[in-house]
């Protein structure tokens, strides 16, 4: 399930532009570019393993894909996943993970692993946080146990998991907020990457391959996104997220912050999506410039019986499916579509069968993969624009804002 | 991990005594008897397949094994899983089922399957049931909603779920009960068996290879466990079940039983001990001249944090297992053991994850497995009697009542 029918195809090409790290262990490579949008195809090589982008990654929060096995997980065509900081430091905590010979051999996942700042978690899930200059203390969301996190200590616990791609500590901000406050937590937010490179200038072991990516926010004020875009580009990082998105604003103000942010980020690095990962919006994402993205929509979706098919997402234990004795998409090659019906996936998630939640965590993974490896194929072929416009013309979104058209703009640079 | 090593052995010695049903495409062959209890190794042959015995039975009351794909089910050596009539029959629904092609076909399990009469849910799980010679109508413990079995429409069910093994309808008490009443019970579970055999006997489709086994009940009561065991053994059923023990006497109280019952059950039928599944009961259940058991116990344990180890239950989630970087089991094969630690597997569970309940349920349905795997060995190489003995010594059970001696007596029959 997992071959990428575009690799071959541009694996000969010299790369229209490059970036490297760590001796060269990290490495990403700009291979084509979209010529009517921002859309690029791109390839990351890690010391673990090579990603094709643009790329979905499944989020494993806890050190697992929820309700999967790591070798399911990689059958979807994940190249790459996520862990999170945040959780990982409260339960089971970096002293055991390093103890138990880092993140990799802990869950048995030996690709490449992503893992989030905390950031975020900090904001969204601990609770009484105080932010001052030196970083953010908060009470875990677990036990109400005291903790803080300064942009140094993060870079510490990414590297006692041994990730291979580590995320600034920013200043995450809930909306709305005051124009001031934002510009003050993006500033902070460059002032905590210059520490996070410094720190890991100075502690990162000589054989070790992780590399830092920077997060530029500013919340919906289009200036203050360009001047963190620019502020990020001129960062010694590897990469660059877009982070603060997908909040709760409307998509068209989502899709108008990408187009005020991406053109600034160089485009010899990777940019990352943070968040954002339902079908219609990784089109949107990649046509804007972006190469990563990350979601738990396919798991948590999964675990409320919702399934993605290629006319939008499905609830399959309404009525509707009671009887249905074939699979739920008939053109996916998931292990639920390959093996069972959409009436045993009904009866299953009716009864609160785990079996239930495995297979439609399945299902919506690959569904993910699939769109992915279409866009990359399309951005090879010269035909993603109308590739991008065929799906969101058929894809049934739930939210009433997600129809926003393609974007206008021509792909500023770059020979395709 | 499935391969049976006394497969092998026993395959081309004439069987010592042998019955069969459905035109041989049913057959039970004893194969070796122990010298020095009534510990018996026999094989089952079905239409879906062979059955080595003694054997135990996973079991998936709502057509899934909990939490585990078929395939990880199979892979734990499990050679027939169990269904419940009284589950499906609410959910999905009988007519949903036989639509699907059949409970092998909905949920894609090849081999066989016994399905259980609901007898025994009928008084544990519904509500307001009332028993008449006609049958028991109850109240559905999902909604509410009236039904009624009876003897026959319970054949009914199980030939659309196109079970290999169907249970009679039998009168389950609660106990304690009168004396008389459990006479009465009893005497109406012959009855009802005899409708079943008639009903089977009109409405079984000439391509069909179900088999039905008869159930003995009795109560704790020697003389009514005698006569029901004497009256089971003159019917036309394929096997022979033991019912109503394991349900919260203490464990010599239920050895007691079995010892009154089983020497008079046919010796050329497999026997059946319904809802035992402790590793301890196994081997008592055999060295009692049992083949084949089944419990929820594996499944259920794994999802209150437990799991099987030679020297007894452990609670993996237990503070002593945080910091274990090895198998909560070295000398086991199943993916619980060989992929993962124990500090993963307590780190999963304490964080909810359902990771962690798929691969405790693998370790509990492999432990079962190799028991049953140990207990064929040894019956073949003389060695039970010993190999019982050192099990049960050294494996530390959870209940007081757990500790009985291994049976006294000496296989009444049979060469070696």
Redesign the interface.
Known sequence: MAIDKTAASTADRAPIASSQHRNGSFRFDLLSEDATTWARRGRITTGRGVIETPVFMPVGT???V????PDEVRATGAQIILANTYHLML??GAD?IR???GLHR???WDGPILTDSGGFQVFSLANQNTVTERGVTFASHIDGSRWTMTPESVVDLQLAYGSDIMMQLDHVLGLPAEREAIRDATERSSRWLERAIVALRETQPEDSTSVLFGIQQGGMEADLRREHAERLASMDVAGCAVGGLSVGEPKPVMHEMLEESTPLLPRDKPRYLMGVGSPEDLWHGVARGIDMFDCVLPTRLARNNGMFTIDGRITVTNAEW??V?RPVDETCDC?ACT???A??L???L??K???G??LASEHNLRFLARVMEDIRASIVDGTFRERAQAFVDRYRPTSAHVTSPLPAHRNGGGER
Chains 1, 2 share one sequence.
């Open positions: 806890q050190a697992t929820k309700t999967l096995h339960r089971p055991l103890e138990a010979g802990f869950m048995r009671r009887n004795h292990r093996e069972f019906t009436a045993y009904h009866h299953l009716r009864a069968e785990v079996l939640l495995r």
